[in-house]
């Protein structure tokens, strides 16, 4: 099982991006689940969502404590100490960050996918919700589910001019990102 553990504010699509990315799981004829974590904070609070992806049923509703992945929505949470607690060794971050790293960011970190998803949402969607550019650069990054997928995906929360938009933004994220290895 693949467990994926989201960080963003309240507002950047932390929520959105756990179901697009469990819908595509499915779509791509794996079984996965998303929840999200907050409580009665208001815009800008910190957020967690947490997907698992499997090749079987998922029956854990449990929040991760011990996760494969970080997506990171918001850059200033890329150095905080909590984002990075409990990922395995040969972890892998996902982030938005609009430059590159300079040192391994945590440890146990193996992989990063790093990508300018504030920059890409502005130009391809016109506001800051840069998710579904890290969901394109999860893809690219993980390998684990396609990018396919996650565009068919974006067809269940978006439909019309703003479907197109963030279909735009996820294709850049994939191509875009930047892969850094410290294996």
């Excluded at 890290?134 to 990018?147: H, R, V």
């Excluded at 994939?174 to 294996?183: A, C, G, L, N």
């Amino acid at each position: 099982m693949r467990e994926i553990r989201l960080h963003g504010r309240g507002g950047q699509g932390a929520v959105v991006a756990a179901d697009v990315l469990a819908t595509g799981a499915v779509m791509s004829g794996k079984y996965g689940t998303n929840f999200p974590m907050y409580g009665t904070e208001r815009r800008g609070a910190p957020v967690v969502s947490f997907v698992r992806i499997d090749e079987h049923p998922v029956r854990q509703k449990t929040q991760i404590y011990a996760p494969d992945c970080l997506i990171v929505l918001d850059p200033r949470q890329k150095d905080w100490p909590q984002v990075y607690q409990g990922v395995k060794p040969g972890g892998i971050l996902v982030l938005n960050f609009g430059k590159g790293l300079e040192e391994r960011p945590h440890p146990h970190i193996s992989i990063a996918g790093v990508v300018d998803a504030t920059k890409i949402a502005l130009e391809e969607v016109g506001i800051p919700a840069f998710n579904t550019c890290l969901l394109g650069a999860f893809a690219a990054t993980t390998g684990w589910i396609g990018l396919d997928s996650i565009l068919s995906a974006l067809e269940k929360s978006f439909s019309g001019e703003l479907l197109k938009k963030n279909i735009r933004s996820a294709e850049r994220g994939y191509r875009e990102v930047k892969i850094i290895s410290w294996e």
